[in-house]
């Protein structure tokens, strides 16, 4: 069985600063790894994900994430944030069996200006 | 290309009542899944559909059901409404690289 926890249920940050929000996950099987993101009445889009290969992937607003075998987390991490980035970030993982994703908990990330 | 489309956009519904909700997933995608999002329990896989056959279902009761079509939409049925189930119903569609597409989701209301 996977699952997928996420620390911080709301993580408030000033805008221009840097942020991360932590994820951990645990799984039998390999795992494809992916954080989606909400903003507020609308249904979820994915920001980045791993697959496979390098382990630091990118997604083209600035946000990051780095796949950690050994402590079996995926951390997404932007250097500066700004207010449009406030929404729900949700940590997730599929295995390579099917298609179902197991969500994390969610971590409402706050903008203070 | 269109996205994943979910009909209706809301719902309300009185307890005891039934309802269907749709999903057309995009053009060539493989599977379809269903999700309930509420504010305790977050995002929870409900079933995923691929080629028409039920592949994985989640913890609910079996009250709630679904279905593919040939032509991949999906449709999910919730009978005996109960007021806990009110949520946020959200389908998702996936290709063949593992990449889910999210509808905006249906909010039902049960009062």
């Known amino acids: 069985a996977q699952s997928v926890t996420q620390l911080d249920s709301q993580v408030p940050v000033f805008e221009e600063a840097p942020v991360e929000l932590r994820c951990n996950y645990s799984s039998s099987v390999s795992v494809y790894l992916f954080w989606y993101v909400q903003y507020p009445n609308q249904g979820l889009q994915l920001l980045l994900k791993y697959l496979s290969g390098s382990t630091l992937v990118e997604s083209i607003n600035g946000f990051e994430a780095e796949f950690n075998k050994s402590q079996t987390s995926f951390h997404l991490r932007k250097p500066s944030v700004h207010i449009s980035d406030t929404a729900e970030y949700f940590c997730?993982?599929?295995?390579?069996?099917?298609?179902?994703?197991?969500f994390g908990k969610g971590t409402r990330l706050h903008i203070l200006p | 290309k269109a996205g994943v489309t979910q009909t209706p956009r809301y719902l309300i519904k009185t307890r005891g009542q039934q309802v269907t909700l749709s999903c057309s997933p995009i053009?060539?995608?493989?599977?379809v899944s269903w999700y309930q999002q509420t504010p305790g329990q977050g995002l929870q896989f409900l079933f995923e559909?691929?080629?028409?056959?039920?592949?994985n279902k989640g913890n609910f009761p079996g009250r709630f059901s679904g279905r593919q079509f040939s032509n991949s939409r999906s449709e999910m049925n919730v009978s005996t409404l109960e007021l806990g189930d009110s949520a946020l119903y959200l389908c998702?569609?996936?290709?063949?690289?593992?990449?889910?597409?999210f509808g905006q989701g249906t909010r039902l209301t049960v009062v």
């Open positions: 559909y691929f080629s028409e056959t039920q592949r």
């Open positions: 998702a569609s996936v290709g063949l690289n593992t990449e889910a597409f």
């Open positions: 053009s060539g995608h493989r599977s």
């Open positions: 997730a993982v599929t295995s390579n069996r099917d298609d179902k994703i197991i």
